[in-house]
């Protein structure tokens, strides 16, 4: 039988609409209580440097309302460490962070900074933090993760929504391709395998079937999709859609 397959929702972007105008609404703590109530197994917040959308009393908020686990986003940097500790969530997941990007563009690179990385994700796991890398599905960037410690791995799914939204379908299947090779790598490595970013309900049931992936991490999507039905319903559809998937 299949394993479960954990649905995190990502509720960075109802505070990017708060802070577009400053004050307290829409209130992504209200965002985080409505997804738990519909049947998100996760929320998943990235505090940024630039605290351009979550801050740090979301953060405070969420540890306080949250009865399902907080995936806690952040860069490889003292700063987000030492809230880490402070807080101790469910779940770290270490991504990189540029400045001047919109989004999370890439994995991390992991292979490159192996010793550092070692170093930095050792106190979260002794504080009992799951640790998370999110990255691309590149064997070299798996294998390190492996050996410096990380629990879990999530697989970078942007190029493959990129280019289903953009029509290139050859290039769509050869990511997709590459994704269900790396999930099944990354599992037989002892890792638990996520995967996210830019998973829309048209893609998300390729990568919901992989039986290796136990969780997926959706965010801007469904946010978008809550303006016109609602975030409840929108979550259910997704949820609906993941479980077809997956039987
Ligand atoms: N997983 C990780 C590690 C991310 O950085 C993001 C974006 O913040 C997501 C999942 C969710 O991506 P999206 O908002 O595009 O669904």
New binding site residues.
């Given amino acids: 039988m299949t394993a479960p397959l954990r649905l995190?929702v990502?509720i960075?972007?109802v505070a990017t609409v708060r802070n577009a105008r400053g004050g307290a609404y829409p209130d992504p703590l209200r965002a985080a209580r409505l997804a738990q109530e519909a049947g998100a197994d996760g929320i998943?917040a990235?505090l940024r440097e630039d605290r351009r959308h979550i801050s740090d009393a979301d953060i405070d908020g969420l540890m306080q309302v949250l009865t399902v686990p907080l995936?806690f986003?952040m860069a490889a940097t003292p700063e987000m460490q030492a809230i880490a500790l402070r807080h101790k969530p469910h779940a770290v997941?270490i991504?990189p962070e540029k400045r001047e990007e919109r989004?999370?563009e890439g994995g991390l690179e992991v292979a490159r900074e192996e010793n550092r990385l070692a170093h930095f994700i050792a106190p979260l796991r002794e504080a009992g933090c799951r640790v998370?890398i999110?990255i691309a599905a590149d064997p070299r960037q798996i294998e390190a993760a492996h050996r410096i410690g990380a629990e879990v791995i999530?697989l970078?799914?942007?190029a493959y929504?990129d280019a289903h939204a953009e029509g290139h379908l050859a290039a769509r299947d050869a990511e997709l391709s590459r994704l269900r090779e790396m999930a099944a790598f990354g599992h037989a490595l002892g890792l638990e395998v996520?995967?996210?970013?830019?998973?829309?309900y048209d893609t998300v049931q390729p990568v919901a079937a992989f039986p290796e992936v136990r969780e997926?991490?959706?965010?801007?999507?469904?946010?978008g999709e809550a303006i016109f039905r609602g975030l409840t319903p929108a979550i259910h559809e997704m949820r609906r859609l993941m479980d077809e998937a997956r039987a």
């Fill in positions: 995190g990502n960075d972007h998943t990235h995936n986003e997941c991504v989004t999370t998370s999110f999530e970078h799914t942007g929504c996520h995967a996210g970013h830019g998973l829309t997926l991490n959706i965010g801007h999507f469904l946010i």
